[in-house]
């Protein structure tokens, strides 16, 4: 393979021309990363949520850029999946966020400038096996800030947030719920520890990123309850914690109220606030050729390879 080669594929119009010169049987992710940002006629490498159907259309989809908006501030996304369900600013209209366009790929980005203020679905998440949530999301280096929140301790609760220490307050745990007390732990393998300072933190934790987690109570194969967590499209193996529960033979489980994000009390900055670009939720566990579609279309959108 020449390097001639790859150099005209990433710079003609992207993954199309690479692919066109052969390149499509290499592993080149990079490449493929990097011209994909261009005008493209062919997306076959990426996967629209809205294209999703049947049992696996979404249960709830909201993007920045369609909103609406009562006094500066943003009452809701619009339900462009056609779900019937929404993300709904839930505070009082000083802490509900406030919408900033062309932040990110000329995209619409909310910025949270309230203390409480979060994002939430305006209702349960009915009964599923297992749940993906996608969401593009930038931290602002608060320690205990709820990133993803089912809003409740019993089993099949979510809770992906920042560790409560605030040296490490740029990780991201994530915790599904086997009981009233206990759960599995996944905390993510980038980030400072406990003993060192944010400012040390990866270049990752400082920028916008995307955020896909997975959870299903029964695997298919193999024992009890299962999750996963990727950031960027990388996946975070489990530090500490236990590896799985087991619940009850074919249980499933709902959301009754799922939140992104929330300002800590002492939050009132726009510039420090958390952010959101896009919430999603689908009903079943998320396949990895699938998911890394839905990423790419993400990574389009934005115009970011995350």
Known sequence: MPLQGLKSGLAIRGMQSGRGSGLSLAGIESGYRSGMHNTLSNKDKMLNPLNLTGDKKPVIYGLADFYNITGGNVTNLNDIANTGNYWLSNGSTVSRPIPYPDVLGGKTILKYNGSSAVMEANSIISQKASFTIMCMVKLNGSASLPVIDSNQITAGAILVSTPASGASALQLRSRFYSASTTGTIYTSDIGPTSASSIANTPAEFHDYMLLTCKYRLNQPAGPGSEQEMYINGRQHQILFGADNFTPTANAVFSIPTLGIGNNPSS??????????????????????????????YFRWYYNKSF
Not at 274 to 291: K, S
């Open 267 to 296: 939050q009132t900055s726009t510039s420090l606030g958390f952010e959101m670009g896009m919430g999603l939720v689908l009903p079943y566990w998320l396949e990895n050729g699938e998911q890394e579609k839905i990423e790419n």
